[in-house]
Nanobody, 125 residues
Framework: VQLQASGGGSVQAGDSLRVSCAASGSTFRLYGVGWFRQAPGKEREFVTTIILSSGFQYYADSVKGRFTITRDKAKNTVYLQMNSLKPEDAAVYYC???????????????????WGQGTLVTVSS
């Protein structure tokens, strides 16, 4: 499975941005696709994930209500719509694919087996 993230850019605080994650290869192996982010000098953190079959989503508390993850099965693409962006949302955003996770493990990096290259999101105040 290969994952290609795209759509990052520079925005102002309060703006919206959508990033995409296109999957190719043996996509049937994917159970869920998530987004993680890493800001300079900080550890990579979980943002959100979606179970591909059901569309069920999980979110980090820091983005709940502002970010929405969706999937387009026909295009093998997962989208992350980010609204009301804050300077603290600035980071490199990575999409990641999982062959399976549970309710207690969906937010762990070790639950994800395939990683994209990341896309940079900058938010100025």
């Amino acid at each position: 499975v290969q994952l290609q993230a795209s759509g990052g850019g520079s925005v102002q605080a309060g703006d919206s941005l959508r990033v995409s994650c296109a999957a190719s290869g043996s996509t049937f192996r994917l159970y869920g696709v998530g987004w993680f982010r890493q800001a300079p000098g900080k550890e990579r953190e979980f943002v959100t994930t979606i179970i591909l079959s059901s569309g069920f989503q999980y979110y980090a508390d820091s983005v709940k209500g502002r970010f929405t993850i969706t999937r387009d099965k026909a295009k093998n693409t997962v989208y992350l719509q980010m609204n009301s962006l804050k300077p603290e949302d600035a980071a490199v955003y990575y999409c990641a694919g999982s062959r399976g996770y549970g309710i207690g493990t969906y937010n762990r990096q070790t639950s994800y087996h395939y990683w994209g290259q990341g896309t940079l999101v900058t938010v100025s105040s």
